[in-house]
């Protein structure tokens, strides 16, 4: 897998070069982009209204994207291997983890 990473002050953008098939918090997801917005609200977004028209004004096409919204800085990330952390997010991009550190996540499926 050949992902890219692109971070802003309001938007981290993980493109994982392909729509593949995550599992998350809210169970499984087809998705080629991991969007992290700041709002004061932390929550995966269903993308209807408010959350389709963000990504769109960023170019990103809505159904090939799972968008989180935090209320913690973008730019606050740490990579961990192939993981990388947020406040309250852990994207595993090896695969399911041993065990489950955060409130919202997500990993790749083999």
């Known amino acids: 897998m050949q992902a890219s990473l692109k971070v802003t002050p309001t938007l981290l953008l993980l493109d994982l070069g392909e729509v593949r098939r995550l599992m998350t918090q809210d169970g499984p997801r087809l998705a080629r982009y991991v969007a992290v ?24 096409p809505p159904g090939e994207t799972l968008l989180y919204a935090l209320p913690d800085d973008p730019l606050d990330f740490e990579l961990e291997g192939p993981n990388l952390r947020l406040p309250g997010l852990k994207l595993y991009l090896g695969g399911p983890p041993e065990f489950i550190e955060t409130p919202f996540y997500a990993w790749v499926e083999p």
């Open 37 to 60: 917005l700041r709002e004061p609200l932390a929550r995966c977004v269903r993308l209807r209204g408010v959350g389709a028209s963000a990504l769109m004004r960023r170019g990103l």
